[in-house]
């Protein structure tokens, strides 16, 4: 029994457990709407009273009626209350299109609205507050928030509240003052995938700062102040790809030798982070340089072990005791009589107020004094025991018309806002501590004290007063003016609706074309008269809006899931595709999957659509691959129609002429039991393609698609499985991070970044600091190596270091062949042959007796487009020369070791190498 109470809204989940509960009485609330699906776990309800609630029936209660209706409950027939056309009437009589919501009348729905800051704009759940001054998290922002862009203001630490917002993927807070970092900074953030804290203060990084960011793949702290980084610090960052670790002062002695040894297993630092030191390290590259070059050669220098630790180089002077501080580096315990940062100042002989009488003490330097005075009465003797009158002539002090005289000695009583000796120091009221202005309002430090400008909605001296907007409202027909923080709202009488309530009641209660047409999922509705159309969101189609059909993919592993496919395994599958011409060295996917041992995949590959059907059966494997010949990575849209029928697979690429493939075996047609993978497929899928290598690579299509038909049916996009990281719409501006840049969406070849001046890369990540700047290649071209070295490439007719040199028409190596190698000049011009390994001779023409040279280095091998060698090199024999009697030089002993390979696709497996120690002549296999 909740009778005679002022419950107000009843949500899906406020009866959750109460399986129970026969009856249930809502009688006498303030109910004006309920959240669809509130009384789903209420089942054994019988009995339901909702008498005497002033039910708003718009559209958030459409679902009651139909509920009321379906359901053999005792209600007693609550009856509607609003709007004015349905008063008194019982929901259950309600006509479903007569639930509707008038524009400007959105209040009556349990669902809370979407909160953004006022000092921040809010897209979805990214919010940007970049630029905006700020000290502290602005609050409002919504807990599902997912990008957060704090860049560009005057943080001192991370947020602490930070860690509360569970859901977070990026978060920007480049270009402020964080001065140091803890271990629990970045707590509780484990989806989080960017994190960038470039050009702040840093200068020392804690050993577990990162722990628990197991997604991040993005970590930027350039431009800080960094020497050293703990072993172990990155552990538990298994998903980092990208580290910018430049522009930092690195210490390259043996303690950072870990580091270089990471960076360089997987190239996640792109060869920028350079050392600062020790001297003979200075310059040299974090990637390339060899770790034995990491060398510690005596005690670590001060001001590098005081970054993590600032008290070792003793800061506080005059016995002051020193402690860290996680804004300040470090802070400083005073002794008695001196006072500042590092207890260098003392205090004066008025330290303890010497004077008596009411008197006030003035310390005074100096023994001639100076100034003009003015009339000034008080107690003068040593402690101010005696009284005495002075004249004080005309004042000059800056800021005041006080003087204070003290034995022949004379200083400035300085008003409220100026201190120093001669008042010429405004006290910094604007500091944290002292600052006075409200709501997050600016304040300026002015001669007649502080001044606050106000944020938009509030005034008085403190911006302590909501200023009320209602003043001057424009509310029509009598409503009332509802005053909100810098705007206001109308409620509006019986009848009356609109913006300001300037629309007045319909005389017909016969729904407009608009509402007839019921546009769904934001769609904004245009009235033509007769009929109405619906303007649908960016990624939604179909005459109400109702479908998702464009989705943006923009993570690695995203994917869509379709399940229970019509007419299969004949079907015809239509989309379209927009690939970003952004890096032709990706390999995308657009996989189709049928069980574990048939499967069929769409793979885009460089600039072309390949097609791929494999079949495997207990002792045979078919595969049958079709490349187009089409360009699809242009950034323009293109049609791919793919058609199945039993064995056959017929591809066309925007209406071309169709490629088809068959596969002639038996019982190996796809028979529609598995789902359908469109743009990627999940990690964890064991199928036997992939096992057996048919699958290149599982990273996830990069762009958008469109318009997806199967058996001429448009797919919703809402209906499937859709993994985050697939965006509804074709924007790819919503996830392309240009760290220094703008990104432009409409470019001919796709988002691209245009970066702002000195930064360059398809990320406006990379500082310009071209080597070929004033280069010294006389005839060719500049050809950057690194960030700081060269080479020339010649022109037709010219050689040497610079291309400076002509070269002589005459080349001996033209008259001289050399058959199994090359040819080379010698010291006095002369042609000479150098032969490959196994031949001699003079044109190499003669194989050598059977041998073996002995190889040293890493072992390759191929696993599909991917090329993987060992971790460390392999030594073995390698077999040429010619052998007697008809014979072949191989390998006659071998051995077999394993060893651990590493792949261009960032994969890595363990197998063993058949390798040879020792060649020799036998027969022929």
Not at 508 to 533: F, K
Not at 803 to 829: V, W
């Amino acid at each position: 029994m909740l009778r005679n109470n002022r419950i107000s809204c009843i949500h899906n989940d406020s009866f959750t457990g109460l399986k129970n509960v026969r009856l249930l009485s809502l009688y006498d609330n303030q109910i004006t709407t309920i959240t669809p699906g509130a009384f789903d776990t209420l089942q054994s309800l019988s009995t339901l009273n909702l008498l005497a609630n002033p039910f708003n029936c718009n559209c958030h209660l459409s679902w009651l009626g139909d509920w009321l209706r379906k359901r053999k409950i005792v209600t007693g027939n609550p009856r509607c209350q609003k709007p004015d056309f349905l008063k008194e009437i019982p929901l259950q009589d309600v006509a479903h299109l007569d639930f509707r919501c008038e524009e400007g009348q959105e209040e009556a729905s349990c669902i809370p609205r979407p909160q953004c800051p006022a000092e921040c704009t809010c897209l979805d759940t990214v919010v940007r507050c970049s630029n905006k001054h700020l000290r502290s998290l602005p609050k409002g922002i919504p807990k599902n928030v997912t990008e957060l862009y704090l860049d560009g203001n005057q943080f001192t630490v991370v947020p602490p509240v930070l860690s509360s917002f569970r859901f977070l993927q990026l978060v920007d807070l480049s270009n402020n003052k964080i001065g140091s970092l803890t271990n629990s900074s970045f707590n509780n953030m484990s989806q989080l995938t960017t994190l960038i804290l470039s050009y702040n203060s840093l200068q020392c990084i804690p050993q577990a700062t990162f722990e628990g960011l197991r997604s991040l793949r993005l970590l930027s702290l350039h431009g800080n102040d960094i020497s050293a980084f703990p072993e172990g610090v990155f552990s538990d960052v298994a998903s980092l790809s990208h580290l910018a670790i430049g522009a930092n002062p690195l210490y390259c002695d043996c303690n950072l030798r870990w580091l270089s040894d990471w960076v360089k297993t997987g190239y996640k630092e792109p060869g920028i982070a350079r050392c600062a030191g020790p001297p003979d390290m200075e310059g040299k590259l974090l990637l390339t340089t060899p770790g034995k070059k990491f060398e510690c050669q005596g005690p670590k220098e001060v001001s590098v072990e005081a970054k993590c630790n600032p008290c070792l180089s003793n800061p506080c002077q005059n016995q002051g005791t020193c402690q860290n501080d996680p804004v300040e580096f470090y802070r400083c315990t005073c002794p008695y009589g001196f006072k500042g940062k590092d207890c260098e100042t003392p205090l004066n002989a008025c330290f303890n107020n010497p004077c008596q009488n009411g008197g006030t003490c003035q310390f005074v330097e100096g023994e001639n004094a100076s100034f003009a005075y003015s009339w000034w009465r008080f107690i003068l003797g040593p402690m101010c025991g005696s009284v005495s009158a002075y004249m004080c002539h005309t004042h000059t002090h800056k800021k005041s018309n006080i003087c204070f005289l003290y034995i022949n000695k004379e200083t400035c009583i300085w008003p409220t806002y100026f201190s120093g000796e001669f008042c010429e120091e405004l006290v910094d009221f604007c500091s944290p501590e002292l600052n006075p202005c409200q709501h997050n309002s600016k304040c300026v430090i002015t001669p007649d004290g502080p001044k606050c400008e106000c944020t938009p909605g509030f005034v008085g001296d403190n911006c302590s007063v909501n200023y009320d907007d209602c003043r001057d409202h424009r509310c029509q027909n009598s409503a009332r003016c509802l005053d909100e923080l810098n705007a206001y709202s109308c409620v509006c009488t019986d009848g009356f609706s609109g913006q300001l309530c300037d629309i007045p009641p319909r005389v017909s209660a016969l729904p407009t074309p608009c509402e007839l047409a019921d546009c769904q999922n934001g769609a904004n509705c245009v009235d033509l008269g007769s009929r109405a159309v619906c303007q649908c969101l960016a990624g939604f189609g179909g005459l109400k809006c109702e479908k998702l059909v464009s989705v943006n993919f923009v993570d690695r592993d995203s994917y869509l899931q379709f399940t229970d496919l019509k007419n299969w395994p004949s079907a015809n599958i239509t989309l379209q595709v927009r690939k970003p011409n952004l890096n032709f060295s990706e390999i995308n996917q657009l996989c189709l999957y049928e069980s574990d041992c048939t499967h069929i995949s769409a793979n885009l590959r460089w600039a072309s659509l390949s097609l791929l059907l494999s079949s495997l059966s207990a002792s045979l494997l078919l595969s049958l691959s079709l490349h187009s010949a089409e360009t699809i990575n242009d950034g323009q849209f293109h049609t791919v129609e793919l058609v199945t029928l039993d064995q056959m697979v017929n591809l066309s690429i925007d209406g071309g002429a169709p490629m088809t493939m068959d596969n002639f075996g038996k019982h190996y047609a796809l028979n529609g039991q598995a789902p359908l993978y469109v743009g990627g497929m999940p990690v964890g899928v064991n199928s036997a393609a992939f096992q057996l290598w048919q699958i290149q690579n599982s990273t996830s299509f990069h762009g958008c698609i469109r318009n997806l038909y199967i058996n001429n049916e448009l797919q919703d996009f809402t209906k499937t499985q859709m993994k985050p990281g697939v965006l509804p719409g074709c924007e790819p501006c919503r996830k392309i991070l240009c760290l220094h840049g703008i990104c432009q969406p409409n470019a001919a070849a796709g988002p691209v970044c245009h970066c702002e001046a000195g930064w360059a890369g398809p990320s406006c990540d990379q500082p310009i600091n071209s080597p070929c700047q004033g280069h010294k290649c006389v005839h060719g071209a500049c050809i950057p190596l690194d960030r700081l070295s060269y080479r020339c490439e010649c022109k037709e007719g010219y050689k040497g270091a610079l291309c400076n040199q002509q070269e002589e028409l005459y080349n001996p190596c033209k008259r001289l062949q050399c058959k199994h190698g090359r040819c080379q000049i010698s010291d006095l011009g002369e042609a000479y042959c150098e032969c490959d390994s196994g031949y001699a001779g003079d044109h190499c023409d003669k194989e050598t007796e059977c041998h073996g040279e002995p190889v040293r280095d890493y072992y390759q091998v191929q696993r599909g487009y991917a090329i993987c060698q060992t971790t460390r090199m392999v030594s073995w024999m390698d077999c040429s020369g010619s052998c007697e009697n008809r014979g072949c030089c191989m390998g006659l002993r071998m051995k077999r070791r394993k060893y651990t390979f590493e792949c261009s696709d960032g994969s890595s497996f363990v197998e063993e190498v058949e390798k040879t120690i020792k060649c020799g002549c036998a027969r022929c296999m």
